[in-house]
């Protein structure tokens, strides 16, 4: 517990150094449409401890909101601070909008492995990871047993493929749910599984490496899914999946651990790794939003003072137990005792930090999108062949910034 | 005989501005104004066109913005596509209206209130409007699909948004739904604008109700029906809200016209120089089609004897 109440403590001492008693307001745009419980504590007592501060919170959902800051930065008036999406930090930081962040050699060695390297460009650190997560299957056991099937989880691509024709064949479910919308997750939910094969999108020297047999075979999969999927695949996206799956329209999908607390209770659920394809072993995609101090705005060290209050010890483990996200700290090594993630079916989604790949970070990420949406869609909509289309998306990559 | 002194007109005493000064001076407001709001940022887009404008500041760059669009394949796609959708999207909307202004200048009971009934589409925010749409082409929450599954026209949901194909059309439908009221009223007013006398004289002669419209109605509303048809076209061209709400020009680009590839480059993306050589194509392109327009409308002017 020691190492925990010192960062704790440390973050409280730190907050609690007001810099100045004048009137400042901070602008904190809050990806997702919506200011957590745990959040908005840290803030208000942030604010009762920082006279004459106050923080304007703007929570704007997913599909604008990193545009949304994006544009404010670029324009000259930029938030003091935003909770977005990790994979933004590389172009806002090479286009000099944000600033660096420091972390204390204990702080680093706090986080789970492979977090920091999520905001780390060039060597140094652009945002404070503030939501982590990996993702597992989801499977409707009541839909599953329906079609007369044991409600076990596939280990493999082959087994998938089993269960999804089952149900599609025996019951008006749809075997699986797949993203192929124009969305962010639709790139996620496909890199789970190219993960899952043992695939990459970039080697380690950073060369595209999309272009490959391990892609070629998840894309295949998606293909020997398409007639087990959701009617119109193109139209969906994961996170709208969760309507599908309590209506008993489909019988599985991918999403992360927050699945569980937005399913119907009286559901009969089994929750699996990813299963894994010819070539490699089980993966996920590692995923993080974080927290981003902007440039210009004049009070970036009481920004940087509210970030660290954020995401520090006690309000960081508040948030993430309440809203069921893979733990992004090592509460255990902080002295916690007995955490969240060691009961239920979390450990499924732990096991996938050390066995998960990242999201690839590029400076223009929407591009980066539109290359696996245009290949999965491709597959989705008859529009070419395995082949074809992953040598397409290989060109297309190398010419993402 | 007295003297008689000859007074001047009152307004010969007053210091007068010249006529093309107090000309100016009241056209200069409205100068500037325009200036402000259309001209400058007109011209800084094109300013901003020759550069590779993102996050970061931006460099002068030449036609490279242009080369580099006018050598894409998918470009000539999208302005096609463009055009089609324009067409297409008018040319329903023109029938539509034609058809619904004819019905609505009809003397039939309550007309008054078919008049107000026809303005829904117009009136209520586009956007509420089209997330209704949105959900009526829903495969499986959706009520078109789910009209036909329970009438056993189709067994499994049907999504019209999933296809390249039916999504392009679906967005057309929707479209038109959202702009056929507004020419409809505009024509029905130029309906009512047509003398009397006309279709009383033709039908004394023995003229049928279709020649009547034909040989009079049409004729005598032809300006307004051009009018009408360069204002949908280019509005139908810029339309940006339906489509994006609908699609956001998917699937895999099957509803993509040029304002969505504009804003996907330049807002999505940053890529504000490459965007901002997009939108200056777009003026070009309206242009070109106004001018053209122009000239037909002088046309059927003066063959139908407006002025």
Redesign the interface.
Known sequence: MTNFKTLTLGAILLSGSALSAQAEELHFIMCGGEVRAADQAVIDEFTASHEGVTVNMEAVPWGTCQDKSMQLAAAGDPPSIAYMGSRTLRQLANNDLIVPVTFTPEQEAAYQPGVLSTVTVGGQYWGIPHAFSTKALYINCDVVEAAGAECKAPETWEDLIALAKTVTDNTDAAGIGIAGKDFDNTMHMFLDFLYSNGGEVFDADGNPALDSQATRETLQLYADLLPYMEAGPTEWERDAMKDLFNDGQIAMYVTGPWGKGQHNAEIHQLIAPIPHGPSGPSGTILITDSIAVFKGTGHEDLAIELAKALTSGAAQYDLDSSWGLTPILQYENLGVADPYYTHDDWPVFVAGISTGGPEPLVEDFKALQAVFTNMVQGIMLADGTVDDLVTTAGEELAAVR | MADTVAVPPRQARRKVLPEGVFAWSLVAPAMLFIGIIVAWPLVETFRLSFTDA????ETYVGWSNYAELFHSGKFYDIVYRTFYWMFLSVSLKLVMGLIGASLLNAAVPGKALFRVLVMPPWVIPIDFGVIGWKWLY????GFLSGILQRLGIIA????L????TSAFYAAIVTDVWVGTPMVTLFLLAAMQGVSRDLYEAAWVDGAGRWYRFRRITIPQIMPVIVSMALLSAIWTFNSFEIIWIL??????GATTTLIIDTY?VA??????GEGAARAVVIVGLLTAFSLLYLYFLNKVNKHYGAK
């Open positions: 993102g996050l970061g500041g829903n495969g499986y929450f499994d949901p049907i999504a948004l999933a296809q390249k699609t956001e020009g998917g699937p895999r996907k807002i999505s993306s940053q890529r504000f």
